[in-house]
């Protein structure tokens, strides 16, 4: 009997960086494959947080980070994860990373770790009445039986479980114009307890989806013709512990466009309604 592959091997594979060893708080890094032939923006976030929590101690997680991506980087080049310690306090930690290729920037990156402690307690509550994740179809139900090369690399190499409670928008614009979204996501196989792996895979996770409140508003979607679309920045902060290899919902929006550039924001709430983490990108879109 054949054993059918782990869906989130590749993704982890990719994760785990090497340290240099004639260099000091220097990582290397890997790509996954991307139809575009560029490096996908959640990879390289995820990979530059993981660089920076290599350097602190293990009791401390990221409770933010801020990062600007500089230019597009290519997959069949490695990437050099460079960390500066900026601060390490009682209680807070600071790093910057760089994500370099061919010796320039392609991310900068800005994180904050902080030990546990106890603190004013509250959090905005999930909305009422969602639509659980089973009764919804997954993107595999909508791409799946789709004879395209994205189609079939978007079905095949996928490592969550994505289901949209207004309808995606692979395939063409949404039925109403609304800035409001929301979406359940999933790790398609369990991962080991590990706080800072779990929290840096959301933010891989969450870059698939942070501007699409922005075409659902707009009328567009992800085959809208001439179409030009990348990550600026992104800003992240994680609440509580979150793991991602269970069912998360984002509650999505996007408060303005113009410039040629969308600003898409986010909270993610656990099952349960506990509100885990705080997302907000803005990106460059444009059409013909």
Request: glycine content about 8%; some cysteine; overall charge negative.
């Amino acid at each position: 009997m054949t054993t059918a592959p782990d869906p989130m091997a590749p993704v982890l594979g990719a994760l785990q960086l090497e340290s240099d060893p004639h260099e000091a708080d220097v990582f290397r890094g890997r790509s996954l494959p991307q139809p575009s032939g560029r490096v996908f923006g959640g990879q390289v976030l995820a990979q530059a947080l993981l660089a920076a929590g290599a350097t602190v101690e293990p009791d401390r997680l990221p409770h933010s980070l801020h990062g600007y991506f500089l230019r597009a980087g290519v997959i069949d080049e490695p990437i050099t994860f460079a960390v500066e310690r900026l601060r390490d306090g009682r209680s807070f930690t600071a790093r910057r990373t760089h994500a370099l290729q061919g010796g320039a920037p392609i991310l900068s990156m800005i994180a904050s770790f902080q030990a546990e402690q106890e603190g004013l307690a509250y959090a905005d509550e999930m909305p009422h009445d969602v639509p659980a994740p089973e009764d919804l179809r997954s993107a595999f139900d909508v791409l799946g039986p789709i004879d395209h090369p994205v189609a079939k690399f978007w079905t095949q190499e996928a490592a969550f479980d994505v289901r949209h409670v207004e309808g995606p928008l692979y395939l063409g614009p949404a039925a109403e114009r609304t800035g409001r979204q929301m979406v359940w996501f999933k790790a398609l196989s369990p991962l080991p307890d590990d706080g800072l792996l779990h929290r840096a895979l959301l933010a891989y996770a969450c870059d698939q989806v942070m501007l699409e409140p922005v075409l659902r508003r707009s009328g567009e979607s992800w085959v809208s013709r001439g179409m030009s679309i990348a990550s600026l920045d992104h800003a992240m902060w994680w609440h509580r512990d979150v793991r991602v290899d269970e069912w998360l919902l984002y509650v999505q929006s996007t408060p303005s466009a113009q410039g040629g550039r969308g600003l898409g924001a986010a909270r993610v709430f656990t099952r349960s309604g506990e509100l885990v983490a705080s997302i907000a990108q803005e990106g460059m879109i444009r059409l013909p």
